[in-house]
């Protein structure tokens, strides 16, 4: 039962360098989502996706980059790192066809941008 | 004003104690309510899940939701050690009304033995 899996697990980026958070789910999930978690502020949204070939912004999407070519890959790309973008990252994904279902996260990607 | 509001804490209580966890929340249109626990350098993971008003019992975790006063609590009983983690809440209204899941900042809480 692997659920949602992130990779890399840690990783320090320079100001200005690129990367891709991988995240992929093996439940069959159509929903996927990105947070980032801060201190003391709780999980913002970053961005969304309903299903394969659609992804929609969350609350703070600026800086962030989505796909989704398939049900089980939702990669978070980030573009010019900056300071800013020092979180921890988690990935989730609910399967949604009726009401609403809870998400299952993965264990986070903590990015410090340098 | 905030969609959610939680009391961050921290909340430090003796084993075997009653915990009581709560949020707030701005906007009834939310019927899906859930409770995440999340340890330490892991991911939330699902405790508790409902759906409109009303009590829902598993194990020693009991949530209960309350629409009118627009107020949702997680009952921990007999705490134990292992129950220390922070605790965070989170709602959303209807899948027709949106995809966004709102959560409450968590509630960090630990059970000394």
């Known amino acids: 039962n692997a659920g949602v899996t992130q990779t890399p697990k840690f990783r320090i980026l320079k100001i200005g360098q690129s990367m891709t958070l991988q995240c992929a789910q093996d439940m069959n999930h159509n929903y996927m989502y990105w947070y980032r978690q801060d201190p003391g502020m709780g999980l913002k949204l970053i961005y969304y996706s309903v299903g394969a070939g659609i992804t929609d912004k969350g609350e703070v999407p600026n800086g962030y980059n989505v796909s989704r070519s398939t049900t089980e890959d939702f990669p978070l790309r980030l573009e010019l790192a900056a300071p800013s973008q020092t979180s921890v990252y988690f990935c989730a994904s609910s399967y949604t066809l009726r009401g609403r279902q809870p998400q299952h996260f993965g264990d986070g990607t903590r990015l410090s941008i340098l | 004003q905030k969609e959610v509001e939680q009391d961050p804490g921290p909340l430090s209580v003796p084993e075997g104690a009653i915990v009581s966890l709560n949020c707030t929340y701005s906007?009834?249109?939310?019927?899906?309510f859930m409770w995440y626990r999340q340890y330490s350098r892991k991911g939330p993971e699902l405790l508790m899940y409902?759906?409109?008003?009303g009590n829902k019992e598993d194990g020693r975790f009991t949530a209960q939701v309350d629409k009118s006063s627009k107020y949702i609590s997680l009952f921990i009983r007999d705490s134990q050690p292992s129950d220390s983690a922070t605790y965070l809440c989170a709602m959303s209204p209807p899948r027709d009304t949106g995809n966004q899941f709102y959560f409450g900042t968590g509630t960090s809480l630990t059970v000394i033995p």
């Open positions: 409902t759906y409109s008003s």
């Open positions: 906007n009834s249109a939310f019927q899906y």
